[in-house]
Each structure stands twice: as structure tokens, then as C-alpha cells.
């Protein structure tokens, strides 16, 4: 697993750790990190619990395009996200994300690590 | 093909057809999926492109103009939604490219209309950012305001103009005046600056580094902040809908019941008012041929304009009761939930639930159909989209189908007041559907070792169908139809009267006189190859001009039979006609050709146009017949086989 941050996330989640009480965890380029350790991916979540994104990842390298978007979609850290539904078998699933839905497959859903709030709380 | 009429409509307005040297700035609408812009455009424009409840209903650039109170000319681009400046589709490139300037010889926005969704201002906020850091003037159009401020959200466009340093201005794009306000303000921009003094603020023009995008999450958070909208709406009523659609054993159920009622309304409410059709046109032939002295003018327009034309308007019924239905689920929000719950069975055959949609689409119509596959990411995914598009049953076959199944179908309610008939079509459309699955997993299997294709397919909010849009879309259906019948099918039907009719037979001639013609021994010529799967002359003669439209099909047969009844049948009676003279097995394998049939020539046209190559066209011209042929040939000797039997 590598750790994608295309986006230059650090400056990113360090506001937002300053506003939205992030956990501080430690990130960086070198795969795997601390941070995602504890974390699930957002298909795991039981449904309609809240939680936040913590990273992105990309089990393959070539995936990095996938990441980009998701990350264009909003599945940014610090971002809350919620698991609305999943379809016959599992996949895909429904994600809330801020106040918009996707429908994601699971192997999208992989690439975003995310945990439940009131664990982190 | 009546969808697509509309869309073609589009080029009327397109950059050909306005002068280039037009004075006046180009604002070009730009903004995430589904946030109303063709809406706004429509408001705007006076135009009526397309509007509906899920993200790429737009798939390529429109024109239009918005001429001030002083008069001067204000130019309006509508562009496909994206979702950033990093194209990942067809249709997202083609906004991209507008705005990035890289379409020489199109016309580029000198301003931009930033359309934002104000109940999803977080991720709208990004693109406005990253839109105003290319250079260009920037308004915003904070759309759907009133949806937002009915949630609770605290909407205030002063207060985000000041913290963007941009003008925000208010609108509600599906309200009459929702965009008054806007188009004050572009009358504005029109008379104060001139198009160069606006062009030339955009000059730096490239995508932005990681680091300015980085900065653009925290910049919205912060504006978010600010303006006291960093709030997640709660347990909306899409969330209550959502949670028995998009339940994994009721989603499944719901969707096949909405399917099942959405064929039975097409057959029960359109039958009375075909009914009344049919009688109308009957009446006016009995009229016409007792005013008219017997010879070529009446059999003219007795037996070629009335029986040909009137034949196909009784459809009329159908296809807006189908359209209806079509438009209903495209504006309540519900095809993306479609998608979602088809997603996996989609995947089964190498395809995803974003080619749901598309395919849909082609229930109306192929070639909006294969136009909307510009909203699917893989280039793999696209094609085999396009290829199996015909295979849905398009509103030119209903037609057919219908005329086939009155005529050989019994008129019986099984149980629960579902009607046979419409059970026949139903079985029709499935029939479509599962000849297309078959056909992409065997295109699966040629395409080994692929990447899984991406979903991130958004599901938008629910809201009502609004009655306006509705009853705009079926009346636009109801004239494209007429205005087909008033002229490709009126030339093509007085086209085939006359070859049905000369030469003249010689007094001598042995068999009906419309053997002698040139339409006759065309039929009786291309009759050998249909011959083996049961068509008879009349039926493979009448296949010709369906390659130019569907419904002509219905339109030559009443002609021809209409030519050769010696008696009074009047035109619009083809069903009992052909009831008569038809075996059942003859009407099965037609029916089932019909599943298949080759595409029309638009459709063919526009494969090319989206494939840019002869090459897919022809393939799918050649398998389609192949596959009619052999399914009809398999249902005519299966039919045959059985009658032997009972």
C-alpha cells in the first residue's frame, strides 16, 4: 500500500486539525503509515455511523487517478463521511460525503481509510 | 430518434451558425454535474435543451444568445458538468477544453458563469476557486438557493461574494424568474466592457499545481466557516427514500416493479385515445374517397398519404405515454439509484452501472443514447456501451410491436388486471435487454487482463417532477413525432406509392397489379433472402425504408396493403388486414427481427461521429443483421414446428 498525497494534504489537514479537532497523526510518504493503521475502509463501516477520512491510499500505483478524483469528489481528510447502503452482495455502496452521495465500488471504496468518530473522540 | 431530433436542433445554434465576428462577450456556464446549469441556460436563452435529476444529462457545448434590453448581444455557452479542471471523461473534456482554451476555431468564453449548487457548497466552492485562479472574470450563480434555505442552511450572497471576491448572485434555476437578477447583471457586463477589455484578463491559462489546490480545500473550509454553512444536513427525505431504494433485497423489487407498471401504462392508458386515432383517420379516408372521383389523386392520398402516415400517427399515444414514464424517472432523481442497484449484474459483463443511463436512453431513442456513453470514464467501457445501445428497444420500434401484438396477441387479462398484450411487450424489451448482456460478455471475453472501471457515480437528491417540465418535454415529443410523420415519412410513403403503383400491370396480367411495379418485384426479389425466416414479399419490401426510420415499416405495409385490398379497407385498419393474411409464425419472427434489427441510418451516422471511425458502425450494422436473421429464423421454424405438432 502506498500512501498518496498527490495534494500536498498536509497543509490541508493541518488547518483542519486546528478547526475540526482531527486526531494529530503522524503522515508521511513512506508506506505504511501509523496513521492508517487503526483505520477501516469506508465499505467496513457499520451503516449510518458517522466517520472521518483519515488518508487516501491506492493498493496499486496506477491507481493514483482514482485517488485524484476521489479526492476531487471530497473524500479529503478531516471530511466526514457516512456509509448509506450497500447493494445486494456488498458492492457497490453509498457514501455521504459532506452533503453530497456517491455510489462507489469496493474497489474505489478501498482506497478511502477513514474511522468512526466516536472512537477518536 | 426523437430525443435525438432535439439534440440535433442544438446545431442550429451552434458555433456555425453564428457569425463570428459578433460583438458582445461569451460567458460560458461551468460548474459541477447536475447543478442546474442547463436550466439556467434554458432561463437565459429562451431555449429548451434538456434538464433532468442526474449528473451528464449535458454532453457536449450549446450556443445560444441573450439579447439585452439595449440590444446588444450577450453569447451563452452551456458546457457539460465537471467536476475539476482534470478531465477523467469524453464530456468533461469537452468543458475543459472550452476553458482551457484549447478548441482552435471554437469560440472561447471570454467570462465565466460559475454555477454553484448551494446545498453542496463544499465541493462547488473548489471548482470556483480553481475557476478563478485561470484568469477569467468569474460570476457565481448560486442556483437552488431556495432548496438550500428550506434546509435550513444559512444562504448569504453578500457575505460569500465578499470572502470569495467574487459577484454571487442568486438563482433558482427551474423558476420562471429564477434568473432575472443574473441576466440584469450580464446586461451589465454587456454594456459596460467590451469583449476584448473582458478576453484579455485570461491569458495565463493552465491547471494549477498540487499546492494551489491544496490550498483551495483550506480556503472553502475557511469560507465555509465564515458564512456559518460548515454544517452536514441530517436524515433528509432523500435519506428516508434512499433507505428502502437503495435496500439491498426491496431496491431490486422496487425497480422491477416500476419497469413492469412503466410497460403496462404505456399499453392501458394509450389505448383508448389510439382508438380514437384510428377512427379519425378512418373517417377522413371514407370522406376523402367519396369527394374524390376514383384514379391516381385518391389512390394518392387514400391509399399512399393516409394509409402510410395515418398508420404510424396512432402511435402517437404510446410514445408519449412512454416519454412520460421516461421523463418522470429521469427528473425524480431515481436512474443513478437504477445504476447503483444494476451495478453489479452490470459488472458481471464487464460493464459498470454508469452505462445504465446510456443504455436507458436508448429506450427512447439510440442516438442520445450513444451520445450520453460520453459520461463514461473507460474508453473500453464506452464502446461496448455503444455497441450494445441498439439493442434497447427504441420508441421507432413501439410501433411495430404494437401493430404485431394487436393483431396476433389475444386481448386477455391474466390476473391482477395485467393485460397479455402487455406482458408480449414487456417480454420484448427483456428479450433487447438480454441479447445485449449476451453480446457484451462475449465482447468481455476478448478483453482480458482490464482494469476494474471506476463507479463514482453520484446519486443526487430526489425532488418532485416538476409539471412544467413534464408537460414541455412530452408536447416537444408529440411534435418531433408529428413533424417526422408531416415529413420523412410523408416523402418516403409517397415514395413507395409510387413505385407500388407503375408501372401500370397490363391488362393481361396474372396476380394482383402491385406484383407488376417496381416495389413489387423489389419485394419479390429481396423475398428469396427473407423467405427461409417466413417473411412474406409485402413484409421484406417494407423492411427498405425502415432503414431510414423505424416506424416507415408500419407506414409501407399499410400502403402496400392498402394498394392491393380491391375493397373498401380503409387506411389505420392495417391490423386486421395483415390479422388475416399473416401465419403466427410469420408474425413471431417479424416481432423477433425486430429485437434485433439493423440500426437506422442516424443511428450508424452518429456511431461514427462518437467512434470517429467506419470501422464500429459497420461491425454493428453487420452483427445486428446477423442476429435478426438467425433469432428469427430459429422463432419462425420453433413457431412452424409447434403448429405441426398441436
Redesign the interface.
Known amino acids: 500500500m502506498r500512501v498518496i498525497l498527490n495534494y500536498n494534504m498536509s497543509r490541508a489537514q493541518a488547518h483542519m486539525r486546528q478547526s475540526k479537532t482531527l486526531p494529530d497523526r503522524p503522515f508521511s510518504d513512506s508506506a505504511p503509515p501509523a496513521g492508517l493503521r487503526g483505520a477501516c475502509a469506508v465499505s467496513e463501516l457499520p451503516i449510518a455511523q458517522e466517520a472521518r477520512v483519515v488518508g487516501l491510499v491506492s493498493a496499486q500505483g496506477d491507481h493514483s487517478d482514482t485517488v485524484e478524483r476521489l479526492a476531487e469528489l471530497g473524500f479529503v481528510p478531516g471530511e466526514r463521511v457516512r456509509l448509506l447502503a450497500r447493494a445486494l452482495f456488498g458492492d457497490p455502496i453509498a457514501v455521504r460525503v459532506s452533503s453530497g452521495t456517491f455510489a462507489l465500488r469496493l474497489a474505489e471504496a478501498a482506497c478511502i481509510r477513514v474511522e468512526l468518530v466516536s472512537v477518536s473522540a | 430518434m426523437y430525443s435525438c431530433r432535439t439534440r440535433l436542433g442544438v446545431r442550429v445554434t451552434d458555433t456555425a451558425a453564428v457569425p463570428t465576428n459578433l460583438a458582445g462577450p461569451v460567458f460560458a456556464l461551468v460548474g459541477n454535474p447536475n447543478c442546474g446549469k442547463t436550466a439556467l441556460y434554458n432561463l437565459l436563452t429562451g431555449s429548451r435543451q434538456k434538464i433532468a435529476n442526474y449528473a451528464g444529462v449535458t454532453v457536449e457545448r450549446k450556443e445560444g444568445r441573450l439579447k439585452t434590453q439595449t440590444g446588444r448581444l450577450v453569447r451563452i455557452l452551456d458546457l457539460p458538468g465537471a ?2 479542471l ?1 478531465p ?1 471523461t469524453p464530456d468533461e473534456s469537452v468543458t475543459c477544453d472550452t476553458v482551457l482554451r484549447r478548441l482552435p476555431g471554437e469560440v472561447a468564453p471570454s467570462a465565466i458563469v460559475a454555477v454553484v449548487d448551494a ?5 462547488h466552492l ?1 471548482l470556483v476557486l480553481a475557476l478563478k485562479r485561470l484568469g477569467y472574470p468569474v460570476v457565481v450563480a448560486l442556483n437552488m438557493v431556495d432548496l438550500a434555505r428550506r434546509r435550513g442552511l444559512p444562504i448569504d450572497g453578500e457575505l460569500l461574494s465578499r470572502e470569495l471576491q467574487v459577484p454571487v448572485i442568486e438563482t433558482v434555476g427551474i423558476k420562471a424568474h429564477g434568473a432575472d437578477t443574473l441576466i440584469e447583471y450580464l446586461e451589465n457586463c454587456a454594456t459596460q466592457d467590451s469583449s476584448s477589455s473582458l478576453s484579455e484578463h485570461a491569458t495565463h491559462l493552465s491547471v494549477s499545481d ?2 494551489a ?3 483551495d ?2 480556503e472553502v ?2 469560507i465555509l ?1 465564515v458564512c456559518h454553512l460548515d454544517v ?2 441530517l436524515g433528509t427525505v ?2 428516508r427514500i ?2 428502502v431504494v ?4 426491496l ?2 423489487l422496487v425497480l422491477a416493479s416500476i419497469l413492469f407498471l412503466m410497460f403496462q401504462a404505456v399499453y392501458r392508458f394509450a389505448k383508448p385515445f389510439m382508438g380514437l386515432i384510428t377512427d379519425a383517420v378512418g373517417w377522413l379516408s371514407v370522406a376523402l374517397g367519396s369527394l374524390l372521383p376514383p384514379g391516381v389523386l385518391r389512390s394518392l392520398l387514400v391509399d399512399g398519404v393516409l394509409a402510410g402516415t395515418g398508420s404510424i400517427l396512432v402511435f402517437l399515444p404510446q410514445i408519449i405515454a412512454l416519454f412520460g414514464c421516461i421523463i418522470l424517472l429521469e427528473d425524480s432523481g431515481y436512474l ?1 439509484r437504477a ?3 444494476l ?2 449484474l452490470m ?1 458481471a459483463v464487464g460493464l ?2 454508469r452505462a445504465f443511463i446510456p443504455l436507458l436512453s436508448s429506450f427512447a431513442c439510440a442516438i442520445p443514447g450513444i451520445m450520453a456513453t460520453r459520461t463514461i470514464p473507460g474508453a473500453r467501457e464506452r464502446l461496448v456501451t455503444i455497441m450494445i445501445a441498439p439493442l434497447m428497444t427504441c420508441s421507432a420500434r413501439l410501433p411495430v410491436y404494437v401493430l404485431l401484438i394487436g393483431a396476433f396477441i389475444p386481448d386477455r387479462i391474466l390476473s391482477f388486471g395485467i393485460g397479455l398484450q402487455g406482458v408480449v411487450l414487456f417480454g420484448l424489451y427483456v428479450g433487447g435487454v438480454v441479447a445485449a448482456f449476451a453480446v457484451a460478455s462475449v465482447l468481455k471475453f476478448f478483453a482480458k487482463g482490464q ?10 437528491t430526489y425532488h418532485w417532477p416538476s409539471m412544467r417540465n413534464l408537460l414541455l418535454g412530452l408536447l416537444e415529443r408529440a411534435k418531433i413525432f408529428v413533424g417526422r410523420i408531416g415529413s420523412v415519412i410523408l416523402a418516403l410513403t409517397i415514395v413507395l406509392w409510387f413505385l407500388s403503383s407503375f408501372p401500370v400491370a397490363p391488362a393481361g396480367f396474372v396476380g394482383p397489379a402491385i406484383e407488376y411495379s417496381y416495389a413489387g418485384r423489389l419485394g419479390l426479389t429481396l423475398a428469396h433472402i427473407f423467405a427461409p425466416i417466413g417473411f412474406n414479399w409485402q413484409i421484406s419490401l417494407a423492411l427498405v425504408p425502415g432503414f431510414a426510420a423505424r416506424e416507415v415499416a408500419v407506414g409501407a405495409l399499410g400502403t402496400v396493403y392498402s394498394l392491393a385490398a380491391s375493397g373498401k379497407d380503409v387506411a389505420g385498419q392495417l391490423s386486421p388486414i395483415i390479422a388475416a393474411s399473416w401465419s403466427l409464425p410469420t408474425a413471431l419472427s417479424l416481432l423477433v427481427w425486430y429485437v434485433f434489427a439493423p440500426q437506422c441510418l442516424s443511428t450508424l451516422a452518429t456511431v461514427r461521429r462518437e467512434t470517429n471511425s467506419w470501422r464500429y458502425p459497420l461491425v454493428m450494422a453487420g452483427y445486428l443483421f446477423a442476429l435478426a436473421y438467425v433469432a428469427a429464423g430459429i422463432t419462425y421454424r420453433t413457431a412452424l414446428w409447434f403448429g405441426t405438432v398441436s
Open positions: 467536476y475539476s482534470r477523467r446545498t453542496n457548497l463544499r465541493r473548489r498540487s499546492d489546490i491544496a490550498a480545500y483550506v473550509e475557511r466557516a452536514v444536513p432523500s435519506d434512499d433507505r437503495l435496500h439491498p433485497l431496491g431490486p443513478p445504476a447503483f442497484l451495478d453489479r459488472g459498470s452501472g482494469a476494474v472501471n471506476p463507479l463514482q457515480m453520484e446519486l443526487p
